[in-house]
């Protein structure tokens, strides 16, 4: 394999490195919980982890924590 013959200058290598950044990723409010009177964020094009909706339908079916009566 082979090797640099001479040091890359740092403006060469910060130059490269730039498109290494990662992006932030976009939320949304999930139209379901929106309806409910819930804001709750979503990722785009994720289901939603509290309601379990994806595009108007049912994909997943969340557990919801059930209170003690006393």
């Known amino acids: 394999m ?5 040091r890359h200058s740092n403006a060469r290598t ?3 490195r730039t498109h290494d ?3 932030v ?7 379901h919980c929106e ?4 804001h709750n964020p979503v ?4 289901v939603c ?5 994806y595009n108007g339908r049912p994909v997943l079916q969340i557990k919801t924590k ?5």
Not at 2 to 6: F, V
Not at 66 to 70: I, N, P, Q, R, V
Request: glycine share 6%; charged share 30%.
């Open 35 to 38: 309806s409910m009177g819930i």
């Open 21 to 23: 950044v990662m992006s």
């Open 25 to 31: 990723m976009t939320t949304s409010a999930c139209p």
């Open 43 to 46: 990722v785009s094009h994720r």
């Open 49 to 53: 982890p509290r309601c379990g909706y």
């Open 14 to 16: 910060r130059k490269r």
């Open 2 to 6: 082979p090797n640099p013959k001479r």
């Open 66 to 70: 059930e209170k003690k009566k006393t």
